[in-house]
């Protein structure tokens, strides 16, 4: 560089040798000055009483509102909904809950679990015959009364642990803990799970909340419950067959004794019956008796009135011709070897005058 010449920096530094100078652009420069001012004075008072004053509930929440002071002090029944609602600072606040539905997810199982949730263990149910079942609950609930929820339970979501696993996982091991193992697969646990079902829910309403839905997906047995399976089925049907060995000794008992009291009854019945049919023949025997005896007696009576008869007949005409014939037929009755008749058998007269000769 020359000597006695400025450097170039310092000659830029100095200010132009000339300047613009337009009213109209000083004219709109003082009118944006101005406006931008009159913003500033409507903006800013907005938006500290938006801050102070007004408050967003969002439409996926619902808001329970908290007064600092006054006659109105403390939690308001009436939930606040979603969208722009008053909020005074510092005399009052709205504090807001999840209105969706909320999931409680009860499962050993990592891949299972879904994230933004509250997750528990596997709920562990003791079934009535002693074996201890992993089951896989999900809850799904919902808030109904943000109040009740405030009042009981606090603004945070103590809730959760309060109402839905405290009363879920006793529940759960209570109606399903009275089926059998192998009963999870049956429909007695699709009954079981209703029943579930309706008391849960009642109890959820009791605390503010809906119970939308319970889910019970999956069942893992104990390693050893295949084998322990295995060895109760054999004990059962032992157990089975003895109480069949017992009832087929009681019915032979019995079938034994119903055959001695059969046979002592045939046998009481059999004597009965003889007894009946000796009287019965004794008092045919005395029937037949008498009737013989009144028969005979009926006979030699008419034996008698015929003698009478002929006697008296005898008395009357004819009586000799009817002796003659009598003692014709006696002596007849007496001849021995054949008879030879020259004359007319069939003339008696002259037979009976024979004779008489």
């Not at 849960?200 to 939308?212: D, E, I, K, Y």
């Amino acid at each position: 560089m020359p000597p006695g010449e400025k450097p170039m920096s310092e000659s830029l530094k100095k200010p132009p040798r000339f300047t613009v100078q337009s009213p109209f652009l000083q004219q709109l420069r003082g009118r944006l000055g101005k406006l931008v001012w009159r913003l500033a004075l409507v903006l800013v008072p907005l938006f500290l009483l938006r801050s102070c004053v007004i408050t967003y509930v969002p439409p996926g929440e619902v808001g329970v509102r908290q007064i600092s002071y006054g006659p109105s002090k403390g939690l308001q029944k009436e939930p606040v909904t979603a969208g722009y609602r008053r909020e005074i600072a510092s005399y009052e606040a709205i504090h807001t809950f999840p209105r969706d539905i909320q999931a409680v997810e009860f499962t050993n199982h990592p891949a299972e679990r879904g994230a933004g949730h509250q997750q528990r263990p596997a709920i562990k149910v003791p079934t009535v015959d002693g074996y201890p079942v992993d089951v896989d609950v999900t809850v799904l609930y919902r808030i109904k009364d943000p109040y009740k929820i405030a009042s009981q339970f606090g603004l945070t979501t103590a809730y959760e642990e309060a109402v839905v696993i405290r009363f879920t996982d006793p529940l759960v091991k209570r109606y399903l803990g009275e089926l059998l193992a192998e009963q999870f697969y049956h429909e007695q646990r699709l009954v079981r799970v209703q029943a579930l079902k309706k008391d849960l829910a009642q109890r959820f309403t009791a605390n503010g909340l809906v119970l939308t839905d319970l889910l019970v997906r999956q069942y893992d047995y104990p390693e050893t419950f295949q084998a322990l399976t295995e060895q109760k089925k054999i004990q059962d049907q032992s157990v089975l067959a003895n109480r069949e060995f017992t009832k087929q000794s009681e019915v032979q008992t019995r079938l034994n004794q119903m055959k001695a009291e059969g046979q002592n009854l045939i046998n009481v019945r059999t004597s009965e019956f003889n007894a009946q049919i000796t009287e019965i023949r004794a008092k045919k025997e005395l029937y037949e008796r008498q009737k013989r005896a009144e028969a005979d007696l009926l006979v030699k009576s008419a034996e008698a009135e015929g003698t009478e008869l002929i006697n008296r007949a005898l008395e009357g005409s004819g009586s000799a011709k009817l002796l003659r014939l009598r003692r014709g037929l006696a002596l007849l009755n007496a001849i021995k070897g054949p008879i030879y008749i020259t004359e007319d058998p069939t003339d008696l007269g002259s037979i009976v005058s024979g004779k008489d000769r």
